[in-house]
């Protein structure tokens, strides 16, 4: 059973960065595809990037893309989201998720998910 466990959130001005980040224990760290997801009130839960098990490969989805960029440090069993030129529509609930699947951009195919953490966009 693997646990992980997000911080970093929090209220920041547009145009801001937050970095969130995600501790994992209880498994093989390495062994998993690590993704972000968020949901906004009223919205279902949507993809935001991940990153394969070694770092090599990273997607994002067009919302995010070259503003947000993730990373994982194997050593540490963690996985980061730095969020730059942060937009009021990026505010949700952040959510880590691991999977053993090779699938990265579908929430179907996470295995274990985090409690989240907030982020709220506003001047």
């Known amino acids: 059973q693997v646990r992980l466990v997000e911080s970093g959130g929090g209220l920041v001005q547009p145009g801001g960065s937050l970095r969130l980040s995600c501790a994992a224990s209880?498994?093989?760290?390495?062994?998993?595809?690590m993704g972000w997801f968020r949901q906004a009130p009223g919205k279902e839960r949507e993809f935001v990037a991940a990153?394969?098990?070694?770092?090599?490969?990273?997607y994002y989805s067009d919302s995010v893309k070259g503003r947000f960029t993730i990373s994982r440090d194997n050593a540490k069993n963690t996985v980061y989201l730095q969020m730059n030129n942060l937009k009021p529509e990026d505010t949700a609930g952040y959510y880590c998720?691991?999977?053993?699947?090779?699938?990265?951009?579908?929430?179907?195919?996470?295995?274990?998910w985090g409690q989240g953490t907030q982020v709220t966009v506003s001047s």
């Open positions: 990153i394969s098990r070694n770092g090599g490969l990273t």
């Open positions: 998720a691991a999977s053993l699947k090779l699938t990265m951009t579908s929430r179907g195919a996470y295995d274990y």
């Open positions: 209880g498994g093989t760290f390495s062994n998993y595809v």
